[in-house]
């Protein structure tokens, strides 16, 4: 019985679990938003009688998927000929669309 025990023990893995506070620290961020993000169900937690931990793994695992690639944070009009739709969420315009749009707005703003 004591044999099986201790196999049991060697095999498992122990998470290092952290406190929001310290997952906030990590982050560089207030505690809030790490708050923010287990509300939203986008942080992964544990709850231990009536406390929260974050595994090191979920944490790292929620940066990645707020992790914009740089082309969708630069200037749009820099980005002529990209595809991929900018990350706020407003429709594609590349160079060419967005001086025609401001010669339309000039013409119809002279009396």
Known sequence: MFASISSLAESVTVRRLMTVQEAA??????????????????????????CIRI???????????????????TNRILRKGVENGPSSGEKTVNAEDFRRE??????????
């Not at 620290?25 to 009536?50: H, M, W």
């Not at 595994?55 to 944070?73: H, K, S, V, W």
């Open 25 to 50: 620290s990590i982050v560089c961020c207030d505690v809030e938003t790490v708050r923010r993000a287990i509300r939203n169900n986008q942080l992964a937690v544990y709850r231990i009688r009536g």
């Open 102 to 111: 401001r010669m339309m707005r000039k013409m119809l703003d002279k009396p």
């Open 55 to 73: 595994a090191y793994d979920d944490l790292m695992a929620y940066l990645e998927a707020m992790r914009c690639p740089a082309f969708a944070t």
